[in-house]
């Protein structure tokens, strides 16, 4: 059925940029004239909160895909500090059951480091050992 009226109705953030508004809810109130002659009113109501898709306040936008994300999956990358999502997040486990959160960028960074560390400690580990060695013989 075609409606009678369409009435929009969109909740957005103060935009203090333009361009920079977001819409947080938007409505949509549709007039229609019923089968028994009353003209009826539905409502339809979409909230986004978030672009994370969670119901929580937002907490900021992420430095890399630009997505607002809500308090609990918001954080910032322990190497270069960039406010990052949990999308753009690697978690690297850490003792203790803790996990650090590290963006792309980082993370790859520190894989290299720790592959760097690997082969290094591998490459010296006969030096250190022959040392060893002399050193106990005398
Ligand atoms: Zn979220
Ligand atoms: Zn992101
Ligand atoms: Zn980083």
């Given at each position: 059925?075609?409606?009678?009226?369409?009435?929009?109705?969109?909740?957005?953030?103060?935009?203090?940029?333009?361009?920079?508004?977001?819409?947080?809810?938007?409505?949509?109130?549709?007039?229609?004239?019923?089968?028994?002659?009353?003209?009826?009113?539905?409502?339809?109501?979409?909230?986004?909160?978030?672009?994370?898709?969670?119901?929580?306040?937002?907490?900021?936008?992420?430095?890399?895909?630009?997505?607002?994300?809500?308090?609990?999956?918001?954080?910032?990358?322990q190497g270069c500090n960039a406010p990052i999502c949990r999308?753009?997040?690697?978690?690297?486990?850490?003792?203790?059951?803790?996990?650090?959160?590290?963006?792309?960028?980082?993370?790859?960074k520190i894989k290299q480091q720790t592959r760097t560390a690997?082969?290094?400690?591998?490459?010296?580990?006969?030096?250190?050992?022959?040392?060893?060695?002399?050193?106990?013989?005398?």
């Open positions: 059925m075609k409606p009678l009226r369409n009435k929009q109705k969109l909740v957005i953030t103060d935009g203090r940029i333009p361009g920079q508004e977001r819409v947080l809810e938007s409505q949509l109130e549709s007039d229609v004239l019923s089968d028994g002659g009353s003209v009826d009113s539905i409502t339809t109501s979409t909230i986004r909160p978030c672009e994370c898709g969670c119901f929580q306040p937002p907490a900021g936008r992420c430095e890399l895909c630009k997505s607002l994300s809500c308090v609990s999956c918001h954080g910032h990358c999308e753009c997040s690697v978690f690297v486990g850490l003792p203790g059951g803790k996990a650090a959160r590290y963006c792309q960028g980082c993370y790859s690997a082969i290094v400690q591998f490459l010296l580990s006969p030096i250190v050992s022959f040392k060893d060695q002399s050193n106990e013989g005398k």
